[in-house]
């Protein structure tokens, strides 16, 4: 099994494209205005209207608040260096300080940022799925 592809709902598409490229991310080719996406090293990391979305996978259902949903993305690298620099170039892009770099319990070393609208990012060393 596979992972191909992770939509954010996006409130603003422009503005979430922003962020991801000042983060320093690839956005290919193919996008445009109502949508992008990020090649992220063999899938794609997508910006779609959150109310288009909505229509299409979630017909009828409220619209999630802003903010946290429940769900994080997470960033694996291979070294603390590697984890304080990507954790720093997503904060200077506009990502919210939502937990420092700290060890864990798991053995590692993690913190958590949030996107401009909200969805979080967990960027970690000392995983195996690095």
């Not at 946290?68 to 954790?87: C, H, K, M, P, R």
């Amino acid at each position: 099994q596979r992972v191909s592809i992770v939509t954010l709902g996006a409130r603003d598409v422009a503005a979430l494209r922003s962020f991801y490229a000042q983060w320093g991310w690839t956005e290919t080719e193919d996008a445009n205005e109502g949508w992008s996406a990020f090649d992220v090293g063999g899938w794609l990391l997508s910006l779609y209207p959150i109310d288009s979305l909505g229509d299409e996978a979630a017909p009828g259902a409220p619209r999630p608040e802003a903010g946290w949903n429940g769900v994080t993305l997470a960033i694996n690298v291979q070294s603390e260096a590697e984890l304080v620099g990507i954790f720093d170039a997503a904060v200077a892009a506009g990502a919210e300080l939502v937990a420092p770099v700290t060890r864990r319990e798991w053995g590692g070393m993690s913190g958590y940022v949030a996107d401009p609208e909200g969805h979080r990012w967990e960027l970690a060393v000392g995983s195996e799925f690095v």
